[in-house]
C-alpha cells in the first residue's frame, strides 16, 4: 500500500516475488557491500531500493537477519480496477506505486508512505507456481521465484502455464480499498504473503 498525497491509498496485492541471498551470485550481496547495497544487509523488514539498467527502480524487502543479505523482490501486483499488466514487472510495479531510491531503507512495516499489509484472507488457499528466477545472468535455476497462479498480473509464467481466463482470474476486491484495507502490519500480525 502507499499512502498518496491527500491521504488516499494506492493498493494492490503481491502475485508475484523472487527471492536473493548473499550465498548466490545474483544477489546483490553476494562477495560484496557497498553505500549502494547497505540496507540489503541491514534489519529484516526494511525495503532495499536499487536502480535497475540504470533506468527501472526495483523494491525488495530485506529478509532474514541483519548482517546477511537476504531480501524478496516484488516482481508483481495486482491492482483493483486497474489495467491487470500496469505493474507487471519490477520496474512496472515501482512506476505505478512511485517507488524510487528515496524509500531506500524505509520500513515495510511502518504505515507511513509505503506498507505492506496482511494478505486478503481470500488468498489463502489460492495456487502458488513455484520456478526459476528470471531477468538475471547468474543462478538462474535457482527455483526462487513465485507467483499467483490465478493471477493474470505475472509479468512471465513458467514455461507450460498458461494463463488463467479472464473469468477464472483473480482479481483483487476494489470494496476492500473503500474502508477496510489495514493501515498498517503490526510485529504480531505478520504473515508471509
Same mark, same amino acid.
Given at each position: 500500500?502507499k499512502?498518496?498525497e491527500?491521504? !488516499?491509498l494506492?493498493? +494492490? %496485492?503481491i502475485?508475484e516475488?523472487?527471492?536473493?541471498?548473499?550465498?548466490?551470485?545474483?544477489? $546483490?550481496g553476494?562477495?560484496?557491500?557497498s553505500?549502494?547495497n547497505?540496507?540489503?544487509?541491514?534489519?529484516p523488514?526494511r525495503?532495499? %531500493?536499487?536502480?535497475s539498467?540504470?533506468? $527501472? $527502480?526495483c523494491?525488495?524487502v530485506?529478509?532474514?537477519r541483519?548482517? &546477511?543479505?537476504? +531480501?524478496?523482490?516484488l516482481?508483481?501486483?495486482a491492482?483493483?480496477?486497474?489495467?491487470?499488466?500496469v505493474a507487471a514487472?519490477?520496474g512496472l510495479?515501482a512506476?505505478?506505486? +512511485?517507488?524510487?531510491?528515496?524509500?531506500?531503507?524505509?520500513?515495510a512495516c511502518s504505515g507511513?508512505? @509505503? &506498507?505492506?499489509?496482511?494478505?486478503p484472507?481470500?488468498?489463502?488457499n489460492?495456487? @502458488?507456481?513455484?520456478?526459476?528466477?528470471?531477468?538475471?545472468?547468474?543462478?538462474?535455476?535457482?527455483? &526462487?521465484r513465485?507467483? @499467483? *497462479?490465478a493471477?493474470?498480473?505475472v !509479468?512471465?509464467?513458467?514455461?507450460g502455464?498458461?494463463?488463467?481466463?479472464?473469468?477464472?482470474?483473480?482479481q483483487?476486491?476494489a470494496a &476492500?480499498?473503500n +474502508? !477496510?484495507?489495514p493501515?498498517? @502490519? *503490526?510485529?504480531?500480525?505478520?504473515?508471509?504473503?
Amino acid at each position: 500500500m502507499k499512502r498518496q498525497e491527500g491521504g !488516499s491509498l494506492l493498493w +494492490g %496485492v503481491i502475485v508475484e516475488t523472487e527471492a536473493y541471498s548473499q550465498e548466490e551470485p545474483a544477489c $546483490h550481496g553476494y562477495r560484496r557491500r557497498s553505500p549502494q547495497n547497505e540496507t540489503l544487509f541491514g534489519e529484516p523488514g526494511r525495503f532495499y %531500493v536499487y536502480v535497475s539498467y540504470g533506468i $527501472h $527502480h526495483c523494491v525488495n524487502v530485506v529478509t532474514d537477519r541483519a548482517e &546477511w543479505a537476504n +531480501g524478496v523482490l516484488l516482481r508483481a501486483v495486482a491492482l483493483p480496477g486497474e489495467p491487470e499488466r500496469v505493474a507487471a514487472g519490477p520496474g512496472l510495479l515501482a512506476r505505478r506505486f +512511485g517507488i524510487d531510491r528515496q524509500m531506500d531503507g524505509c520500513s515495510a512495516c511502518s504505515g507511513q508512505d @509505503l &506498507w505492506i499489509a496482511p494478505r486478503p484472507s481470500e488468498l489463502q488457499n489460492l495456487a @502458488l507456481v513455484t520456478t526459476t528466477r528470471i531477468g538475471i545472468a547468474r543462478a538462474q535455476e535457482w527455483p &526462487w521465484r513465485w507467483y @499467483l *497462479q490465478a493471477s493474470r498480473s505475472v !509479468s512471465k509464467r513458467a514455461k507450460g502455464d498458461r494463463k488463467p481466463l479472464l473469468q477464472d482470474a483473480y482479481q483483487p476486491n476494489a470494496a &476492500w480499498a473503500n +474502508g !477496510s484495507p489495514p493501515t498498517k @502490519l *503490526q510485529q504480531s500480525e505478520r504473515t508471509p504473503s
